[in-house]
């Protein structure tokens, strides 16, 4: 009888235990295809062009500059595509939210470029996916913003996008498919599609090298010091999503990262066009193939601002659908810098033949296409109007949302190491981590499914601020720069290049 009692549990615990795994397995995955399997190239010797990160940005920079002609090597840590890239929701879209109307009170040429540095990318979307008769569902949609309560913003940005001359139509009584709307305008000629299989059909004439991580740059002599080895190049772009070298360029002062989620629903219905919520934090919606999409709750990375995203993102898209199933969920984190224009150009003053692409601001897809346009510009020295516009070492970044970072940034490095950690294991539940009082020191515990402890380090080992589980993601991110690690320490997304040590 005892011995029956005793295997009914474990039959028990292996079931949920799988079940559990299995759930999460499955819903962990963006609904995205897969990335082509590549062949390795060969790490050793000098090379002429690295880029260095194979996600849209560095993916589509290699393959521009290649096909001028330039011998390209890219370079990836893990696996190309499967960064950040492969968490998108794919919006190939113009429209953000309040960005045109803040934008045009400090300069209305900025803004007229930075609406077309991206209105042109998807043009060049359009003209590469005939070119190389790409099928990877693009449907050209009108991308519609939408409020309940925020009417006179939303007519400022409307103005301001009509002033600069973007093609707007003004929605008065508005009925939408995705939800209650007072308020709302399109901006016409966007986009959707599946980035995967887009970048799968480009035609690759660059080498490409997986698995090796470049851990730093020597900018006088312009070495990279990899996971593997050492070697030189003429020319360098760091597209890393964050670049990973601190110093020159001081990029972990001027930028932090924001945690998106997102959610694929089958049985959908078409809501013809892309939706961007004006009143709940980036709430997003779009078709893909028989699916709707929602993306959203967006909160500041090592800050969960609400628990349960996925589910909540659920409910906000199921009456889309015919009683359809969350076949996938999935979330990343992407970097925002101070005046919402991202860094493309020189990495700093001190090279004129080491590059950056970063700050998409959530964005990315229209902005890395144009991103590629201008670096390969820069390095044929073909002039470009957009070089100004996107330049990293322009002025002006000392604003308020500077000084914010910065105090955020003073806590999580000096003050949170400084304070005791009042709980121990007992306290964290199954499926759960917290930073507690373990083996005598303060520790970064998870506790899994069948209650076993996976400690690691509590400080980021980029430069050390203190992590915070992500309840969500099941991940421990820095709050200040969006370095993050599995529950084994392990690397998920830059800046850092070192793994978290374990306890
Ligand atoms: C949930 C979510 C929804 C989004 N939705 C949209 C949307 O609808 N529309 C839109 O335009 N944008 C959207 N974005 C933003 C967009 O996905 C990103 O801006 C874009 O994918 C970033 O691309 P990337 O190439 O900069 O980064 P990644 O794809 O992360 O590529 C960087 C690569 O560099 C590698 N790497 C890092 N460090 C090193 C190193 N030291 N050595 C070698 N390799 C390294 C990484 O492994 C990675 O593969 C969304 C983002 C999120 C998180």
Redesign the pocket.
């Known amino acids: 009888m005892y011995l029956l009692i005793i295997l009914s549990k474990k039959i028990k615990c292996y079931f949920v235990h799988n079940f559990k795994l299995a759930a999460n397995n499955k819903t962990m995955k963006s609904i995205w295809a897969k990335a082509k399997e590549r062949k390795n190239g060969n790490i050793e010797g000098d090379k002429d062009i690295v880029v ?7 993916f589509l920079t290699a393959f521009r500059l290649s096909q001028s002609g330039k011998q390209v090597t890219l ?4 696996k ?14 113009c429209m953000e939210s309040f960005i045109y109307g803040k934008m045009i009170t400090k300069s209305f040429e900025t803004t007229k470029d930075f609406y077309f540095f991206q209105q042109e990318a998807i043009q060049e979307y359009e003209n590469l996916i005939n070119e190389y008769k790409i099928e990877c569902d693009f449907v050209k949609v009108d991308s519609y913003f939408y409020t309940q309560h925020k009417q006179q913003e939303l007519i400022d940005e409307f103005n301001s996008l009509k002033d600069i001359g973007a093609d707007v139509e003004f929605i008065e009584n508005p009925n939408l498919p995705v939800g209650e709307a007072t308020m709302a305008f399109k901006l016409k000629n966007q986009a959707i599609f599946d980035p995967i299989k887009f970048l799968n059909g480009l035609s690759v004439n660059f080498e490409i090298i997986e698995g ?4 730093d740059i020597d900018f006088k002599t312009k070495t990279l010091y990899t996971s593997k080895n050492e070697f030189r190049a003429n020319k360098i772009i760091v ?3 964050f670049p ?1 070298v601190n110093f020159p360029g001081w990029y972990f002062l001027r930028m932090y990262k924001s ?4 959610v694929a629903i089958d049985k959908a219905q078409d809501i013809k066009g892309s939706y961007l919520n004006a009143d709940e934090s980036g709430l ?1 919606f779009r078709n893909h193939i028989d699916s709707v999409i929602v ?1 959203g709750y967006d909160h500041r990375s090592g800050r969960p601002y609400k628990y349960q995203s996925f589910d909540r993102l659920y409910e906000k898209g199921k009456h889309l659908t015919d009683d359809g199933t969350l076949t996938h969920q ?5 970097c925002v810098t101070f005046d919402d224009l991202p860094y493309v150009g020189y990495y700093s003053k001190r090279s004129k033949d080491i590059y950056v ?2 700050g ?1 601001g ?7 296409m144009a991103s590629s346009i201008l670096i390969s510009d820069m390095i044929n020295d073909i002039p470009n109007k957009y070089k100004k516009l996107c330049d990293p070492l322009r002025k002006g970044q000392c604003n308020w949302s500077f000084f914010k970072n910065l105090l955020c940034t003073l806590k999580n490095l000096v003050l949170m190491p400084l304070v005791p950690p009042f709980r121990c294991v007992k306290n964290i539940k199954a499926g759960q981590g917290k930073v507690v009082f373990y083996k005598g020191v303060k520790t970064a515990v998870y506790k899994d499914e069948d209650e076993k402890i996976h400690a690691i380090s509590p400080y980021c080992a980029h430069l050390g601020c203190q992590l915070k589980f992500n309840p969500d993601a099941r991940t421990w991110d820095c709050p200040c720069h969006g370095s993050r690690f599995d529950i084994h320490g392990n690397i998920i ?2 800046p850092t ?1 070192k793994k978290q040590e374990r306890v």
């Open positions: 260095i990160g194979g996600g849209i940005a560095g370079i990836e840590a893990n190309v595509l499967g960064g950040v890239t492969s968490k998108t929701t794919a919006h190939i879209d090796v991580r470049v851990l597209a890393t999503n990973f945690h998106s989620y997102a997003t993306g999935w979330s990343a984190n992407d692409i970063t998409f959530k964005l990315g897809m229209a902005k890395a997304t830059a290049t």
